[in-house]
């Protein structure tokens, strides 16, 4: 079986398959849009990667979003950088879909619909594992005085 976040390939060979610059590549990864492994201090990016980094050159190239509005809508991912996400189910499948939500790593399929914000929030795996993640409150959150 193939470990699809095992990093394998150079920001070189990286930025050749998805006809960017390999600077491009770095922009994004000091934005935290993208988090490649270190091997000897060289970034050694996944096949997960490569899914991540196809997903938000759609958005620049297609939907015509800027580095802001990219990492906004990879926030609304809680599954971006969770290992073995399993993506989005098919558009055969049963389950219901959020169609205004393709999904990052299966092409043509989407995010599944939640019933409720409990199913949203409180059952992803990303948030049952983060110490902390109910403290955090932004700046916007906090009374003005």
Not at 25 to 49: F, K, T
Not at 102 to 119: L, R, Y
Request: charged share 25%; net charge positive; aromatic share 8%.
């Amino acid at each position: 079986m193939i470990d699809e976040e095992k990093g394998l390939y150079t920001i070189g060979t990286v930025a050749e398959i998805i006809e960017e610059h390999p600077e491009t590549l770095r922009v994004w990864e000091r934005n935290g849009i993208v988090q490649p492994d270190r091997v000897n201090n060289q970034r050694r990016y996944s096949n997960n990667d490569l899914k991540r980094l196809k997903f938000i050159k759609h958005l620049i190239d297609e939907k015509g979003l800027n580095l802001a509005g990219v990492k906004q809508v990879v926030r609304m991912y809680p599954c971006w950088y969770m290992r073995n996400c399993k993506g989005g189910p098919q558009q055969s499948s049963s389950i219901p879909v959020n169609y205004a939500k393709p999904c990052w790593k299966i092409e043509g399929s989407f995010c599944f619909k939640p019933n409720d914000k409990a199913e949203m929030c409180g059952a992803c795996s990303v948030y049952k594992h983060c110490h902390g993640c109910d403290k955090v409150v932004s700046q916007d959150d906090m009374p003005h005085q």
